[in-house]
């Protein structure tokens, strides 16, 4: 391949930052131009600076429909990514790859049927799209979070199907422990298709409730983020 043509597929994997927007001291959501970028709802895609050879998984946040790109991301302080993320303003171009992964809502989805959605931390960025995508879900959104702070947009959410889980502090407006012992206290229909993601002993503690409760592997979802 010629250099012509060699700069040329690489151009294309750049989008120009529009905006950064940040919800508390480590996490920020990263807006896109979108570049005709087609991806499912649950998907992610791999990004990083334009001069890096370095680049990280990330689910998109944004709805299928939206005219840009949007991911949110928690900074790791001692990480190859997300400091130099967090730096970025907007104009800056960063290196966006092509969407990938099955985490997705069913291709015939059932009308009304009943979605539990459980995030913790910023695995709630694919759940996010999943509504924006598609606003008319019956859905139930279950966040665990360490506190307040980590409500990311949570007014995005209906009050009614937003239930966040505080393991660290109080709130009039959550509920206090979690996400698993939200679970047993109240007991999951057979029938309802279930979405995990976030770390891995949330996802294992979590599948192990849920399948004790009734819901068959077939209902369960999972996409695991660390």
Known sequence: MNEVSEANK????????????HLNDSTFV???????????????INVGPANSIHTREYSIYSGE???????????????????????????????VEEPVGYFSLPVKKVP?????????????SPFHSFIKSHPDLN????????????????DFYEPSRYISCTSRQKSDNSYFGRVTTWLEEHPVDAETRCYLCGNSSMIH??????????????KIHAEVYF
């Open 112 to 124: 009304g049927e009943k979605l539990l959605f459980i995030a913790s931390g910023t695995g709630i």
């Open 139 to 154: 859905y139930t959104l279950l966040h665990g979070i360490r506190d307040n702070s980590e409500k990311y947009e949570a």
């Open 65 to 95: 429909n939206d005219d840009f790109l949007e991911i949110l991301v928690k900074e790791v302080t001692d990480g190859f990514i997300s400091p130099v993320l967090k730096k970025q303003q907007p104009g800056n171009m960063l290196v």
């Open 10 to 21: 690489i151009s294309t994997k750049l989008h120009e930052i529009l905006e950064m927007r």
């Open 205 to 218: 503690d979590v599948y192990d409730i849920l399948e004790a409760q009734g819901v068959s592997s077939e």
């Open 30 to 44: 990263v807006k896109l131009e979108k570049n005709n970028l087609k991806f499912k709802a649950g998907q992610h």
